[in-house]
């Protein structure tokens, strides 16, 4: 019998910073590395340098969030939703990305926000009446992408429920 992943990566995308948003942290840390070598010496300095560069780079990553939708779950970082519990699902250009970032944002949405990595983005109606927010807004530079593995995730999990 062929050994089926049930559990299957559909979807994954990390919305990484752009590169001149590295440039502008790697110019900040020099600054502040200069700013500790001068007055006290080369070894402060150097010392200063791991450190400032070591806290930046860690910021940076953490600060990244990944997309995941396989065959049960969308998953942003730690926050995740059983695909059972998604309904519409609409995918959004860089013009209907801002209005819904803006004065038509519900404060009640789940919002993954990066505009400066993916200017358009995906609304995830959510259907689970414990969870307070109405829908999820997530940034994601392929949003028809996006859109098609969750709903083809839905599908799936729609289908082996049925079959069981």
Do not use: C
Request: proline share 6%; hydrophobic share 50%.
């Amino acid at each position: 019998m062929p050994d089926r992943n049930v559990n299957a990566r559909r979807y994954r995308e990390r919305l990484n910073p752009p590169i001149w948003a590295w440039v502008a942290v790697l110019g900040i840390t020099v600054s502040l590395t200069v700013a500790v070598w001068v007055p006290l010496g080369l070894v402060a300095g150097i010392i200063a340098l791991v450190i400032i560069n070591g806290l930046a780079l860690w910021g940076m990553l953490v600060s990244t969030p990944t997309i995941t939708v396989n065959d049960t779950e969308l998953r942003i970082n730690r926050v995740h939703i059983d695909v059972n519990n998604l309904g519409i699902v609409a995918t959004l250009d860089a013009q209907a990305t801002a209005n819904a970032n803006g004065a038509n944002a519900d404060p009640r949405a789940f919002m993954i926000s990066r505009p400066l990595s993916a200017k358009e983005s995906v609304t995830v109606e959510i259907l689970d009446d414990d969870d307070p927010h109405p829908y999820w807004l997530i940034s994601t530079s392929h949003p028809a992408e996006l859109g098609r593995a969750i709903r083809d995730a839905m599908l799936a999990s729609a289908t082996s429920e049925t079959t069981r």
